[in-house]
Nanobody, 115 residues
Framework: QVQLVESGGGLVQAGGSLKVSCAASENIFDFGGMGWFRQAPGKQRDLVASISRGGITWYADNVKGRFTISRDGAKNTVNLQMNSLKPEDTAVYFC?????????WGQGTQVTVSS
């Protein structure tokens, strides 16, 4: 029932920056947490960043210092600012929202980082 729509993906050169956004169909503060997963071809889907309802953030070790997750309650969006991008960051990025036992997923947005 919860709809999440990602945007902002694209092609960027290594060392560049990109921001992906996720628009939710509900008040984002109704969720226990939101985050971003990514999945490269042939690899598992890994959590890269999350933010709790209380604003506590978490980052995977390989993106710490480069990625920043944030939210805009007025727009019901969660954003992922990605700086100093590396080719290994290339993946489909998925927005996720948790509400109780329910996890909702966005459709994903492609991020490609060229060498």
């Amino acid at each position: 029932q919860v709809q999440l729509v990602e945007s902002g993906g694209g092609l960027v050169q290594a060392g560049g920056s990109l921001k992906v956004s996720c628009a939710a169909s509900e008040n984002i503060f109704d969720f226990g947490g939101m985050g971003w997963f990514r999945q490269a071809p042939g690899k598992q889907r890994d959590l890269v960043a999350s933010i709790s309802r209380g604003g506590i953030t978490w980052y995977a070790d390989n993106v710490k210092g480069r990625f920043t997750i944030s939210r805009d309650g007025a727009k019901n969006t969660v954003n992922l600012q990605m700086n100093s991008l590396k080719p290994e960051d290339t993946a489909v990025y998925f927005c996720v929202a948790d509400r109780g036992s329910e996890r909702s997923w966005g459709q994903g947005t492609q991020v490609t980082v060229s060498s």
